[in-house]
């Protein structure tokens, strides 16, 4: 069984940092690419960080460019989301997603397997 | 840059309806489309993906049609567990990007 899960969600004053990880098991982890999505209270869906397979390839949405880096270890069946300089706006759940590669079209279609999620809340 | 947009915002059905939920993007993006359920307190499930290709496991109550800048996601007879927030998604090819669009509310 697939399973995906979130940790390291927690309070943080504005300009702080916080490191997520994300715990993955049933599957063969070093070959699928993954992504982070979150939700602020309320509110819809937000894609923020997608990696490739081998890590070589990251990429990230321009709300959090530059303060966050995305991050594996295959070894270790992990992905991690290093945030820094985080703001109010930043509070949310944390979703990581394995990514569903559609192999007749030759793309990553979205997330086909998700975390429940961890909760990041910035204020001081 | 790509803007989604989903309508109505909610939507009212009875249990045994059909609901047709919206989705368009302002600008062509072919197929690339993907539609999700949320239920409140859980995490997002992949529905459709390709526009009209139902994710496994998904029942074929579910189906999804549209391409260019119109799509639609269609429940032929909703039951208790459908009532829930549906997302449509659009991912581009390379570097992946995914964009969401705000969300339809289907409730009772």
């Known amino acids: 069984e697939v399973q995906l899960v979130e940790s390291g969600g927690d309070l943080v004053q504005p300009g702080g940092s916080l490191r997520l990880s994300c715990a993955a098991s049933?599957?063969?982890?070093?070959?699928?690419?993954l992504s982070w999505v979150r939700q602020a209270p309320g509110r819809g869906l937000e894609w923020i960080s997608f990696?490739?397979?081998?890590?070589?390839?990251?990429v990230y949405a321009d709300s959090v460019k530059g303060r966050f880096t995305i991050s594996r270890d295959n070894a270790k069946n992990s992905l991690y989301l290093q945030m820094t300089n985080l703001r109010d706006e930043d509070t949310a759940v944390y979703y990581c997603a394995r990514a569903y590669y559609h192999d007749r079209s030759g793309y990553y279609v979205g997330g086909d397997y998700w975390g429940q999620g961890t909760l990041v809340t910035v204020s001081s | 840059e790509i803007v989604m947009t989903q309508s109505p915002v909610t939507l009212s059905v009875s249990p045994g309806e059909r609901a047709t939920l919206s989705c368009r993007a302002s600008q062509n993006i072919r197929s690339n489309v993907a539609w999700y359920q949320q239920k409140p307190g859980q995490a997002p499930r992949l529905l459709i993906y390709a526009a009209s290709t139902r994710a496994t496991g998904i029942p074929g109550s579910f189906s999804g049609s549209g391409s260019g800048t119109e799509f639609t996601l269609t429940i032929s007879s909703l039951q208790s567990e459908d009532f829930a927030v549906y997302y449509c998604?659009?991912?581009?090819?390379?570097?992946?990007?995914?964009?969401f669009g705000p969300g339809t509310r289907v409730d009772i």
């Open positions: 990696i490739s397979a081998g890590g070589d390839t990251t």
């Open positions: 049933g599957f063969t982890f070093s070959s699928y690419a």
């Open positions: 998604q659009h991912y581009n090819n390379w570097p992946p990007l995914f964009i």
